[in-house]
């Protein structure tokens, strides 16, 4: 029986065409200014970056931008620069509709639901606080980022099913991503691929899924 369902996010609660036109451009044009203005927050950021690749740091942060990187600290100043956006209504967290309304019956219904995702926990929080239908954030019960481990390894999985208290084959895992599937799947959680162009995903919508 499942007691917990675990999200991805982008194409799957939330347009893949968000993060890629509106969050991803929005920090590329603000990151160098942004660094600029806040010299002691982004400092520390800055000196990871200079420690793991030569030359000037913002200029790799924004060659990293445009490789869609994981790197840890650019996922940490996108959240800045970012949190930036939405505390200015520059633009809100885009979650589809149907996904709005599964999380709030399956909150309501007594399932606990949480989140993996790639880009950071500040971010996630960020894109349900400041989304489309309001504050989403009191729905979840915790948010997991690659910090946790990859997401096409089943240790990842098997790692958050551990830190919610919850085992595996009692967590239900939603993605668009077959590899990531495919490894929770492997580490004995129930998995569906979301497809919301109606291919080959088990289902088009969150409307369709029934724990």
């Known amino acids: 029986m499942i007691q917990a369902i675990l999200t991805d996010i982008e194409g799957t ?7 890629a ?16 203005a806040h010299t002691e927050a982004v400092a520390p950021i800055l000196a990871e970056v200079s420690a793991s690749a030569p030359g000037d740091p913002i200029e790799t942060l924004l060659r990293w931008i445009d ?4 790197a840890k600290p650019l996922k940490e100043l996108q959240g ?3 949190a930036d956006g939405y ?3 520059a633009f809100t967290g885009h979650v589809y509709a149907d996904a709005v309304a599964g999380l709030r019956r399956w909150h309501s219904g007594g399932l606990k639901l949480y989140v993996f995702s790639s880009g950071s926990v500040a971010a996630q929080k960020l894109l349900f606080g400041h989304s489309d239908a309001g504050d989403l954030t009191p729905l979840f019960s915790g948010y997991f980022d690659t910090k946790t481990g990859p997401k096409r390894e089943a240790a990842s999985y098997a790692a958050i099913a551990a830190a919610i208290g ?15 599937v495919g490894a929770a799947r492997a580490a004995g959680m129930k ?3 979301v497809d ?12 369709e899924v029934m724990p």
């Open 166 to 180: 919850v085992a595996a084959d009692a967590v239900l895992f939603l993605s668009d991503t077959p590899e990531e």
């Open 87 to 89: 505390a200015s209504g």
């Open 13 to 19: 609660t939330s347009s893949i065409d968000f993060v």
């Open 21 to 36: 036109q509106v969050l991803f451009p929005y920090a590329r044009e603000r990151l160098p200014d942004y660094c600029a």
């Open 191 to 193: 998995a569906l691929r």
């Open 67 to 70: 490789e869609d990187r994981k």
């Open 80 to 82: 800045l620069i970012w």
């Open 196 to 207: 919301r162009a109606r291919g080959e995903g088990d289902v088009a919508s969150f409307d």
